[in-house]
Each structure stands twice: as structure tokens, then as C-alpha cells.
């Protein structure tokens, strides 16, 4: 058992801590994924000569779907206009 503030703790609350420090964890690395993307999205666009308005800038910096982003990122290799980018699925 960990020693808590309180006290110690209980095997029920050892199990809570553990899953909660598991889900914050997780959360993060996928918030990292979710920021590399965003930033790999708009590079690629740059490199290409498609650089984005600041509302579509803003736009992929704010979006946490990692899934739309490598969408996104697989377009923005090939595409030779920002609408071919971010058209709707």
C-alpha cells in the first residue's frame, strides 16, 4: 500500500489512483499525437507552396482527431489546392 496524505491507502483506492495515473498518461500521448500531427500537416503544406490562412491554421492547431489529421496529412502530400486538403470525408 502507498502512504497518502491521510494515511494509507486502500487496495480500492490504490486501484483508482493506478487507472486514473493510466488514463492521464494515455491522454497525454495522445494529445502529443494529436499536436506532431498538426504540426506535420501544416509543414507539409508550407514545404508545398499551399500555406494556410490563419482561420485553417488555427483550424488544424485546435483539431484532436488523430484520425482526420493523418487523413489530412496523406492529402496535403499530394494535393494541389487546400480545398483537395480539408474536403469533407
Do not use: N
Amino acid at each position: 500500500m502507498r502512504q497518502g496524505q491521510l494515511g494509507e491507502l486502500s487496495d480500492l483506492e490504490e486501484k483508482w489512483l493506478h487507472q486514473g495515473e493510466q488514463r492521464g498518461r494515455q491522454r497525454g500521448r495522445e494529445e502529443g499525437r494529436a499536436e506532431a500531427l498538426s504540426g506535420a500537416v501544416l509543414k507539409v503544406l508550407e514545404a508545398r507552396g499551399l500555406g494556410p490562412s490563419e482561420e485553417m491554421r488555427a483550424r488544424v492547431l485546435a483539431c484532436r482527431d488523430a484520425t482526420l489529421l493523418d487523413l489530412w496529412l496523406a492529402r496535403a502530400v499530394t494535393a494541389r489546392t487546400l480545398d483537395e486538403v480539408f474536403q469533407p470525408h
